[in-house]
T-cell receptor, first 116, second 116 residues
């Protein structure tokens, strides 16, 4: 079974600075998707960024980018120019690609605090 | 609708009671997922619907949990003989088809269930 590990229960960053959240995963499959979701206090999970395992190029979405190291099974999220609105729980998630209907497997999350 | 909606937002019940949690997916989405998020944990998969049928119910913890989606739109998660360990946030997500590798799961705000 696939597992996702987030080793940082909490992280903090100063406004306008950069922070990196770590994620590792375990799978025997060669093709899959990886995601970072943000969960603010409102509880609604919001997709931040997605990476396809067969793509070597790291995904980017505005201030958010990933460092995907397939051999190391590592998938970290970098947030540049941090804003107060970035404060939330961040979850790393894995999904198989077979059939496209597979469940998401989540890590335990990292709580990000942004200090003004 | 504009997004996934879930009702009620909060539900408090007594041990042994029966509860129903409702999910309204994004209009036109055929795939619907239920997840359970315990305190301090990431969401855990419960069940996935493709249309009216449960395509994967491997995450349901026991036979006290049941879910339906009779018309392929709204879904209801039903919990019989609730136990204190059932206390959690129950999240619903939907995606366009559930069959495409590029499908994104969009989450609702969840229902916080408290069993006293």
């Amino acid at each position: 079974a696939q597992t996702v590990t987030q080793s940082q229960p909490e992280m903090s960053v100063q406004e306008a600075e950069t922070v990196t959240l770590s994620c590792t995963y375990d799978t025997s499959e060669s093709d899959y998707y990886l995601f970072w979701y943000k969960q603010p206090p409102s509880r609604q999970m919001i997709l931040v960024i997605r990476q396809e395992a067969y793509k070597q190029q790291n995904a980017t979405e505005n201030r958010f980018s990933v460092n995907f190291q397939k051999a190391a099974k590592s998938f970290s999220l970098k947030i540049s120019d941090s804003q107060l609105g970035d404060a939330a729980m961040y979850f790393c998630a894995y999904r198989r690609t077979q059939g496209g209907s597979e469940k998401l497997v989540f890590g335990k999350g990292t709580k990000l605090t942004v200090n003004p | 609708g504009a997004g996934v909606s879930q009702t009620p937002s909060n539900k408090v019940t007594e041990k042994g009671k029966y509860v129903e949690l409702r999910c309204d997916p994004i209009s036109g989405h055929t795939a619907l997922y239920w997840y359970r998020q315990s305190l301090g944990q990431g969401p855990e998969f419960l069940i996935y619907f493709q249309g009216t049928g449960a395509a994967d119910d491997s995450g349901l913890p026991n036979d006290r949990f049941f879910a339906v989606r009779p018309e392929g739109s709204v879904s209801t998660l039903k919990i019989q003989r609730t136990e204190r360990g059932d206390s959690a946030v129950y999240l619903c997500a939907s995606s366009l088809t559930g069959l495409a590798v590029t499908d994104t799961q969009y989450f609702g705000p969840g229902t916080r269930l408290t069993v006293l």
